[in-house]
């Protein structure tokens, strides 16, 4: 066990049990403003989805703030403009959000439910009054403005066989008031991350607006009769439609698969006037997912990502660039990195991308005529990234700040637009991390960050906990997380370590195609080594207290490490961890993941079972914290259930903590609390020094 002084360690345990157990309530919660607490963590302002003005000198972005006691985040709309300090629209009273300029810069729609259900609202620049735009018998899930002003594409659920939206709207109305919940599939997906499906798919549809910019006329479906999502489900959005300047044609991204959808991730470009008309597929020679269309500015080219292989997990996308039709496409990257997200520069010459590189999400420049890459933003995590009229906006965060709202303009240097939480971040003592470099699976270099603990005194040890990422391929990066922050843990006195093991994506194809089969060992080694390189660069560390946390994949491999490397820990914590992998293949929402292992259980099923963590129970011993939400799709709560049941039939310390209303992620502010007290607790209560 730990060798801290026992008079560091009291302090340690008072800052971590001054939170909240499950009975308690959080706002008595007494929390060091030099440290971050969890409660100061749920609270902060979270920034995104910047959206510049058509003359570039104004930029719209969302801010979420959390309602403690209802439990809820709510979305407001705030306006930064040149020489003026942001602020909040005071539209956003009745909750907004998709905040989006129109053609004139004068106006902004944007999605409210104040009215009962999420419709598009419009406001002036000034946001002071807002009038309502659509009044549809069905929800309006997302939208684009056309740049001439004359029509909006609206994102609809709707279901395919209906003539018009009030078919659909008596439809569900009709199931809500049968007292009957039976309900009959014949294909699959049955459900998707945290929902059952319903029959209804998302489509598109055009709505012509009046002069003074309210819809005039019903709207019509561009998609009728396309047994498809654009949307994608669950967790599509905006960009996989794209408008073109003229507003004369719209293309989307989609699968067209009918009952074999499910068991592939091949999606295409489909190209459709807005005038009506069969939609046309762009790319049906590439098996692989394309996506992300991005027209010109001009109109002439029509740009999108197109990873080439099908059903390969973290497969690279590569920047396309094609005629306005889609014909005489060619690839304008070869790159050992893949593409995220697109969008055209505002004159034409280039293309910008975000992608994973060596655990940070940089900003690229694509020249489009060469192909030639540049990075724009080299450290941190950038998302949201909007061009116009020459200027460039984006969201940046890292590991020592929230997201916050940045433009750039031409050549000159990127200048920081929003200061959100700045007074709660001046006060925070947040270490900074520490990358390393060690020899990991085969002999390659593996990447990692350590984190001291705040508060660090030279001479003391710390106990440490070792975070593992999810996905699998979904590396950790120099970003900030609502969801894991290594710098909870850091304020709550720990050591952090991280590792990019092979599987992470921005080292290269070959560094994330190194999983593929290989769940159980090559990470594993990497994890090890990381270890290993991290205790023995860092001697205030104690590596003999110590706990291992993970999610998702990190929870598998929490419950690999509990019979393949256990040595080391004095506990373990497993949130959404998979215990038998056979079953999960099949019963998880998505149905092609089962190539990560080559092929369906039935024909690899000893390769499944020698990665699969319930084929080792009787090696396991140390003390486990299981963590899960009833409404997990992705990793069904069965496999929560059951690693806790072998835990307890083998007489292993263990606690099972269940969130009824959660999905795979803990999203609920005060849930969120209560989720994370209960690891650090658990990680408290073991890394404590023996009497």
């Known amino acids: ?160 066989d209906c003539a018009d939206l009030k078919c659909t709207r008596d439809r569900l109305d009709a199931d809500a008031k049968s007292p009957s919940t039976v309900q009959g599939y014949d294909r699959l997906p049955l459900r998707q991350f945290d929902r059952w499906n319903d029959g209804r798919r998302n489509h598109l549809f055009y709505l012509p607006l009046n002069g003074s910019g309210l819809a005039q006329g019903a709207p019509r479906d561009l998609m009728a009769g396309v047994d498809a999502d654009v949307p994608s489900q669950p967790q599509g959005d905006e960009s996989d439609y794209a408008l073109s300047p003229d507003g004369q044609v719209l293309i989307y991204s989609t699968q067209t698969q009918g009952a074999g959808e499910a068991f592939t991730n091949n999606s295409d470009l489909f190209r459709v006037p807005v005038a009506g008309g069969t939609p046309v597929n762009l790319t049906a020679n590439n098996t692989g997912p394309d996506g992300s269309p991005a027209w010109s500015p001009d109109g002439r080219r029509l740009a999108w990502l197109a990873a080439p292989r099908e059903n390969v997990g973290g497969d690279q996308a590569a920047v396309m660039v094609a005629a306005a039709d889609g014909s005489n496409p060619r690839k304008l990257t070869d790159w050992d990195r893949g593409a995220a997200s697109l969008t055209w520069r505002s004159d034409g010459q280039a293309l910008l991308v975000t992608a994973a590189d060596d655990g940070q999400l940089k900003l690229f420049e694509v020249d489009a005529r060469t192909g030639a890459i540049r990075p724009l933003v080299e450290d941190g995590a950038v998302n949201g990234v909007e061009a116009r009229a020459g200027r460039i906006a984006y969201v940046r965060d890292a590991f020592d700040t929230p997201g916050q709202v940045w433009v750039r303009q031409g050549g000159s240097a990127a200048r920081q637009v929003t200061q959100h939480n700045a007074a709660v971040l001046a006060a925070l003592d947040m270490p900074a991390a520490q990358p390393f470099t060690f020899s990991g699976w085969n002999d390659e270099p593996v990447r990692g960050w350590v984190f001291p603990p705040a508060g660090q005194v030279a001479g003391e040890r710390y106990p440490v906990v070792y975070l593992i990422h999810g996905g699998p391929k979904s590396p950790w990066t120099n970003s900030w997380s609502y969801r894991w922050n290594p710098q909870v843990y850091a304020a709550a006195g720990y050591g952090v370590v991280m590792v990019n093991f092979h599987g992470s994506p921005g080292y290269g194809q070959a560094f994330t195609d190194s999983i593929n089969d290989h769940w159980g060992d090559r990470p594993l080694e990497d994890l090890q080594k990381g270890w290993t390189a991290a205790l023995a660069a860092n001697d205030w560390m104690d590596g003999d207290s110590a706990c291992a946390l993970g999610a998702s994949y990190g929870g598998y491999m929490v419950n690999m490490i509990a019979s393949q490397w256990n040595a080391p820990f004095d506990c373990l914590v497993n949130h959404a961890g998979v215990f038998d992998v056979p079953q999960l293949m099949n019963a998880m929402d998505i149905g092609n993941f089962i190539w990560e292992f080559g092929g369906p259980s039935w024909e690899r099923m000893t390769l499944y079972r020698q990665f699969s963590p319930g084929d080792h129970v009787s090696d396991w011993s140390k003390p486990m914290l299981v963590l899960h939400g009833s409404r997990d799709f992705r990793v069904p709560m069965e496999q929560g259930l059951a690693t806790f049941s072998a835990l307890q039939r083998m007489g292993i310390p263990s606690r099972f903590v269940h969130v009824p209303d959660e999905n795979h992620w803990i999203l609920k502010p005060q849930n969120w609390v209560d989720w994370q007290q209960e690891i650090l607790d658990w990680t408290a209560r073991w890394t404590a020094p023996t009497p």
């Open 1 to 160: 066990m730990g060798h801290l002084r026992a008079g560091m360690m009291a302090c340690v345990l008072a800052l971590l049990l001054a939170g909240p157990s499950l009975a308690q309530a959080p706002a008595a919660t007494a929390e060091d403003p030099a440290r971050l607490g969890l409660r100061t963590l749920a609270m902060m302002e979270r920034v995104s989805d910047p959206r510049l003005s058509p003359d570039g000198r104004s930029v719209l972005y969302s801010v979420r703030t959390t309602e403690w006691e209802a439990n809820r985040g709510v979305s407001s709309l705030w306006l930064a403009t040149e020489g003026q300090a942001p602020r909040r629209l005071a539209i956003s009273d009745g909750g907004a959000g998709t905040g989006r300029w129109a053609a004139d810069g004068q106006s902004i729609y944007f999605l409210s439910s104040r009215g009962g259900s999420s419709q598009v609202w419009r406001t002036d620049r000034e946001g002071m009054a807002a009038v309502q735009v659509t009044t549809l018998p069905v929800d309006v899930s997302g939208f684009r403005v056309a740049q001439d002003g004359q029509a909006l594409i609206l994102a609809l659920p709707v279901f395919v």
